[in-house]
């Protein structure tokens, strides 16, 4: 297998024929009772994780652990990330953190070896890409680039972020265009050196692009045309398969669209059983997604 | 005591008639070997931490453990930072909680409950305040203001950070003035809000502003009247008692300064025993700000 995050991907999305990511957001609030019963919220989270896994992996082409969910159940929850990481890299599929992290120095240097699974001890996986904020320019984001180069695996930076809100900075008029388009100019440039470019043509420096803005995404795409675009915000958050179009390459590749709740939670929806309802909804995702595609 | 953060950092300058925020930023390569030996570095990065609280709580305005550093030594990490955290806690200092977190909607709403010690089961104490990332806007920025208002906590946005890159993005000029600007008056919005405004005139909303950019400091100081200013950058990094001076208000507070290594690890460069270089390095950098106060 390359050792080029990228074209791990790649293949993942060719194998897979899906460009869905499924976001790994264990809710307490949410989670079906067939895991809670009787359990520590902790166990009955990882539970929940790995029968997401086991049920959709064949239509994912990434998963993405988000770290808030897990911090948030109890001060061991990241050991119950890394239990969760461990057991999807099991099934092939790659992983991508998103904690988007952001410090300098030393400090992201730190961070870098905690979420790519380097900790000073007891690391037992790693994960193949992370997502982080440029906020603090360069030197807050090449540390993971380092470590990111070292092992192989990818780096998501913020662009442009599906929320509401996400203009309020973002979209701000500078003299060099919109503050995102400044933020997209420095992720080409960063993944635009030679060994950061993958056999498929695209680096291990990817973008983070929300499916909510759909001029602002197909823009982006020209922007950064080695970059692979992380686009969250399809389905709960409004995102159709028609807007996240423009993400992709002639080739089908370029992008992955990620849905987190409306896969996880379908349960809910639906009546099924919760890891039926969850394959059944990515499956769905996953043709929905291929069917735009040019 | 006041149920308000700012008012309680006021009270807590008062005592210890200290603005330095010393932070705990447990490095392995720097551990002094009497924490190291024969233990698992976990253990021995609490066992540090919690001299440094012994050493140095009676000079120290408020301690601010980096959860990089922890989550960097093992999965394990935040179980430790938490530990630590009570420990310090217990001193009766207040504690920021360096993590600079930034997400939207629920999971914005998750990394609250996780950084101010809300976990879903198994918390044990709280901060009194965090650090956020404010490159996703409002909604971003909202959770971590709404949690903190439920508890009396404050929140420090990043305004303009003390690395060498941080005007690659910060500096931009954009239509309403330099990035950085943008994001002080959506701080001064944010802490304008009555309810957190404390007793002292300062709010519950403060910003990050960097030693290592003076002029930009007094800059800031004006632009955000009622933020309390939290002010990396100091000795390591280059930044002076001087540089600082302009953080400050006439009474002498206003703002805190924080130093890590300079602290932490001043055994290394004067071969005292950890804790007594470090309670000599708090006590030496507390006259030095107060020296310059108006």
């Known amino acids: ?8 991907l790649a293949a993942a999305v060719a194998v897979s ?5 499924i976001g ?4 307490p609030d949410l989670l079906p009772p067939v895991c809670l019963q009787n359990k520590n919220i902790v166990v009955a989270a990882v539970e929940f994780c790995k029968g997401i896994i086991d049920a959709t992996a064949e239509f994912a082409a990434c998963f993405k652990p988000q770290s808030a969910y897990f911090e948030a159940l109890a001060p061991t929850g990241l050991t119950a990330l890394w239990d969760v990481i461990a057991y999807a890299r099991s099934s092939g599929v790659p992983i991508i953190l998103d904690c988007k ?3 300098i120095g030393s400090t992201a240097s730190a961070y870098a070896s905690a979420c790519f ?3 000073h001890q007891g690391a037992v996986t790693a994960t193949d890409a992370v997502t982080v904020n440029p906020y603090l320019g360069s030197d807050g984001v090449e540390p993971f680039l380092s470590v990111a180069d070292d ?14 809100s996400s203009g309020e900075l973002q979209d701000l008029q500078t003299e060099d265009g919109y503050l995102y388009e400044c933020v997209a100019r420095l992720v080409d440039d960063w993944g635009s050196i030679e060994k950061r470019v993958g056999e498929c043509g695209y680096s291990s420096v990817g973008a983070v692009v929300g499916a909510t803005y759909p001029e602002q995404l197909a823009q982006l795409r020209e922007l950064m045309p080695r970059a692979v675009l992380l686009v969250p915000g399809y389905g709960a958050q409004g995102g159709t398969a028609r807007d996240v179009a423009g993400a992709f390459d002639g080739d089908g590749f370029g992008a992955v669209v990620n849905s987190s709740r409306g896969i996880l939670y379908a349960y809910r929806e639906n009546g099924l059983e919760y890891k039926s309802a969850a394959a059944e909804a990515a499956q769905h995702m996953r043709d929905a997604i291929n069917s735009v595609l040019r």
Chains 1, 2 share one sequence.
């Open 101 to 103: 992290r952001n410090d």
């Open 151 to 164: 092992i192989g695996a990818g780096v998501f930076v913020l662009v442009k972020t599906s929320n509401p």
């Open 24 to 27: 790994l957001d264990p809710r």
């Open 17 to 21: 024929d899906s460009r869905v990511c």
């Open 1 to 8: 297998m390359s050792t080029h995050f990228a074209d791990r």
């Open 117 to 119: 699974g380097r900790h």
